[in-house]
């Protein structure tokens, strides 16, 4: 391994920070994507009963 | 390079971060890794904080579905107990115990000597009251309010001026959109004096004699604001100490109404707290000054120095190019806190019959307070329990620092082997998740009261979650960097 690419490791604690990262982009990553899939369940409930209604 | 040696390279480098992720302690080239024996990396420990997380918010999500914490379950206990601790006798002897310790601190602080470890005013200011009261308070209610110094002296002057003048002391009216504001701008300039104006004196920190002129300060301060609004009406919203640790007490399961002591639902007083202006700046004050206090020395390390230097190349002094420098990282801070809280807020206002972005932001401030204690104990724990074993031992025989010797326990010391850094990683891992559990268990009851429905309830919730597990992870990384 270089030198270059040994240095890179030895500072790996730099970046250690980015560990702490991904549980919170899970958790935002859930919640937008469930978010979402019921506004959509929702708009197709209303526009089935708007459909319903119609006939 | 070929891609073959290429694709090796990719592998082992991949393999060489795995390996410095997870023993961190065989990587680093500049770093003293203090706790060596913990089983996982300290990192694994938020993810499997943020775990708990959301497993508990599934369970409130099942299993709780009417508010708890809304109505009043106050009931008060038998006549004899309540005489026994809140009448007249023991109530004026805590109140002369107060002014006597301050009185103490002052005097130690402007006749003692200028060696932080060794005189009495900073580690009771900033370590016994500081940190104590908020314990005491989770545990057995607002425990400050007959112990307060400023509470006595204004009330002994209100009661000899009536005396005199035969009429009670005219009022000004407080004004309402005040509200808590002049107390969280307090905790933020206390906090400031202690890590901000300390830090500047590069030499020796705050000294004893600071920390005494500035209680002189505001001790003169508290009595012209008391004489102005009136004692009580200035201790319930204005004075620094009482709002804030009266803050921690809504947690607790006993009050006092009407000098009558009761019991009440844990964690119920605090539904009923975040009623007026300046209750999230209060809280978010409280998290965002200890999360600076922890930044500092990690997280915000490297960044600090950096503009430190940039400001003495501008020509600042050294005290005042420090100064300015973690001001302005403290008001990040504060201002960081303050963002996440209303993102989460905000998130709430775009479920189905929200109420408005106001009730939202104050009815929710109180979901706070657990995580702000939870910051203190993860952040001072182990300044607390090192520090206390002075404060009754050497401190106290030896409040000047002078050589007196009062109870014999002068040439006593720290046993700093009393808890290793292990248990101290413990003791926060644990302070912070169950702070945050509990913050996630306020919001969902009180989300239960604002929507009704407890599906809607849930749903709004999800964005509280997100703001509990940001706090987490962040709290964590603040401390696993601090104690690097």
Known sequence: MSMATLTLFAHAGHYLWVMYIPPVLIVVGSIVKTTLSERRAEREEQAGAREESEN | ?484
């Open chain 2, 1 to 484: 390079m070929t891609a073959r040696r290429r694709r090796r390279a990719v592998v082992g480098a991949a393999l060489a971060a795995l390996g410095a992720l997870t023993f961190p302690q065989l990587a680093f080239g500049h770093a003293l890794v203090a706790r060596e024996d913990l089983p996982i990396p300290a990192w694994l420990f938020a993810w499997a904080a943020s775990v708990v997380l959301v497993v508990s918010f599934f369970a409130l999500s099942a299993g709780w579905r009417t508010p708890r914490f809304e109505q009043d379950s106050w009931r008060p206990f038998g006549g004899t107990v309540s005489r026994g601790l809140v009448s007249r006798a023991p109530e004026i002897a805590a109140a002369a115990i107060g002014v006597f310790l301050l009185g103490v601190s002052i005097w130690a602080g402007l006749r003692g000597t200028e060696a932080p470890d060794r005189n009495f005013i900073l580690t009771f200011i900033f370590v016994t009251c500081w940190l104590g009261f908020p314990l005491v308070s989770v545990l057995l209610g607002d425990v400050f309010r007959p112990f307060n110094p400023w509470r006595a002296i204004g009330r002994a002057i209100g009661a000899a001026f009536g005396a005199v003048a035969r009429q009670p002391p005219a009022r000004l009216r407080y004004p309402e959109w005040l509200g808590r504001w002049p107390a969280a701008l307090g905790l933020v300039a206390f906090v400031w004096l202690e890590v901000v104006y300390g830090a500047g004196d590069v030499s020796a920190g705050l000294t004893p004699h600071t920390a005494a002129i500035a209680a002189l300060a505001y001790t003169g301060l508290t009595l012209a604001m008391m004489a102005l609004f009136g004692v009580e009406k200035w201790i319930e919203r204005g004075e620094t100490f009482s709002v804030y640790f009266n803050m921690f007490s809504q947690l607790a399961p006993f009050e006092v109404r009407e000098g009558r002591l009761g019991w009440r639902r844990p964690f119920s007083g605090a539904a009923r707290w975040a009623t007026m202006p300046g209750s999230v700046a209060l809280v978010v004050a409280s998290i965002g000054t200890t999360s600076f206090d922890g930044a500092q020395e990690g997280a915000l390390k490297n960044a600090i120095n950096d503009t430190f230097d940039k400001l003495v190349d501008a020509g600042f002094g050294l005290s005042s190019a420090l100064r300015l420098t973690d001001s302005l990282y403290l008001l990040g801070c504060l201002l960081g806190v303050a963002a996440v809280y209303l993102l989460g807020v905000w998130g709430m206002r775009s479920v189905r019959n929200a109420p408005s972005l106001r009730k939202l932001r104050l009815g929710f401030a109180h979901t706070l307070i657990p995580i702000a204690f939870a910051y203190l104990v993860a952040h001072y724990f182990s300044l607390f329990v090192f520090q206390e074993q002075a404060q009754f031992t050497y401190l106290l025989s030896d409040p000047l620092g002078d050589g007196s010797d009062i109870f014999g326990t002068a040439s006593a010391g720290i046993d700093y082997g009393l808890v290793g850094a292990t248990t101290v990683w413990y003791v926060q891992v644990a302070a912070l998740v169950v702070g945050h559990v509990c913050g996630l268990t306020l919001a969902h009851d009180r989300a239960i009261a604002y929507w009704g429905d407890y599906q809607q309830a849930t749903r709004s919730q999800y964005w509280m979650l997100a703001v509990m597990v940001g706090f987490t992870c962040f709290g964590l990384y603040l401390l696993s960097s601090a104690n690097l």
